[in-house]
């Protein structure tokens, strides 16, 4: 999960930080009253999920208030790689003497966490990486042990940081990895992290990614997420605690557990179909979450049959079905269905199927192919 510039930001004072001052609004009349509020330069941000807004047009200087209330109608106007701004970021601007990347990721190669650092910052760190990759200067994290201090300042020196700001680098790595592990983030990125003019360190644009399977924890952060960027069926899914994620094949896929959905995509593949999404109804799933995972499936137009392929442990077989006839009650379709059943309560699963003449399968290949059939007959 991704949050704001303005969230993250936020976030990063909280943990001694120093960013700009400002506040975000959705309004452009309340940027012009932010703007006089602050006085003098300020910068017009797009609180959009994605990178490279400077370059699209959605990061402006406005010198006064009614500059900035002009910039904001502008900006909230816009739509970024395909998505709407609806909140920009009011700052007092900054007077950027250098543009510096500072950042925490998981390195999966070194099981760790890498803290890497540019004097090259401002762009993209992908571009740098690729073109100059002698200019990121990188140190891995001891999860146990965590920043050292002789490591802040060994980026530092490696990336030329004047020795006037060790001192405030040091703190603003500390703090950073201390954001990244306390909020179990996957990112924690500062770029550009600006040396002023007057010679100060300021966190000038600021983006996390934060672990979804950790977000229980955080129920603060769980709740600053955006659901503009995501599928509404995946919103959707989430209420009735399903996995499921979109692809772009044509046999929806409803399976318990996600090794055995694995499985059931690769089979499909086999016989030479393609699935039309990935769903783990997980374990033992009621009627209500199946109708609802039915629901899911079906509303995609791109689904030209489906399989049920589901293994009976705690997840009983009648319930199941009652969950499929219920669902198939509710949303009309003619989408053909084929439903391998196995394990407990499998055999009244199947007859309570059979009675309502779904076509049904015991073994996942028969069920597979009989799909795959379908589906290009449909299709
Ligand atoms: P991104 O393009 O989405 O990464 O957005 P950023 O917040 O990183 O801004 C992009 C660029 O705009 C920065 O690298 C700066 O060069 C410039 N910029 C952002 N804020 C300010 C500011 O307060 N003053 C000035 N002069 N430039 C800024
Ligand atoms: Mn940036």
Aim: net charge negative.
């Amino acid at each position: 999960m991704k949050l704001h510039e303005y969230q993250s930001k936020k976030i990063f004072s909280l943990f001694g930080i120093p960013i700009p001052e400002g506040r975000v609004t959705a309004a452009a009349q309340e940027a012009a009253r932010i703007a006089a509020e602050l006085g003098g330069t300020v910068v017009i941000k797009s609180q959009v999920l994605v990178g490279g807004r400077g370059k699209a047009g959605g990061i402006r200087l406005a010198k006064s208030p009614r500059e900035a209330e002009e910039l904001a109608t502008q900006v909230l106007a816009m739509e970024i790689k395909g998505l709407r701004v609806r909140k920009v970021l009011v700052e007092e601007a900054a007077n950027i003497q250098s543009e510096i990347y500072l950042g925490i990721t998981n390195d999966r190669a070194a099981r760790m966490p890498v803290m890497m650092a540019s004097s090259e910052g401002g762009v993209d760190i992908e571009e740098i990486a690729k073109k100059k990759p002698e200019k990121i200067a990188r140190i891995h994290i001891d999860p146990l042990l965590g920043l050292r201090e002789y490591q802040a300042r060994d980026l530092a020196i490696r990336i030329d940081i004047p020795r006037a700001n060790w001192r405030s680098f040091g703190q603003i790595a500390a703090s950073l990895w201390r954001v990244y592990t306390t909020n179990d983030a996957t990112l924690a990125e500062i770029n550009p992290l600006v040396l002023s003019a007057e010679g100060e360190l300021i966190a000038l644009d600021g983006k996390m990614v934060l672990d979804t399977n950790a977000l229980f924890r955080h129920p603060d952060l769980a709740e600053m997420r955006d659901l503009d960027v995501e599928a509404e069926a995946e919103i959707e899914a989430r209420k009735y605690g399903l996995t499921y994620i979109k692809l772009d094949g044509d046999i929806g896929c409803m399976v318990n557990g996600a090794g055995l959905a694995m499985a059931t995509m690769d089979i499909i593949k086999h016989f030479g179909g393609k699935p039309a999404n990935f769903l783990d109804i997980g374990g033992g799933a009621n009627a209500e979450k199946v109708a609802a995972a039915l629901r899911i499936i079906l509303s995609d137009p791109a689904v030209n049959a489906v399989l049920l392929n589901i293994f009976g442990g705690i997840t009983r077989g009648d319930e199941v079905a009652k969950g499929i006839l219920a669902a198939l009650e509710k949303v009309e379709t003619d989408v053909p269905m084929v439903i391998r059943l196995v394990g407990t309560n499998a055999k009244e699963g199947l007859q309570l199927l059979a009675d309502a003449n779904m076509v049904t399968s015991e073994t996942l290949a028969g069920a597979a192919k009989k799909a795959v059939h379908s589906a290009a007959a449909d299709g």
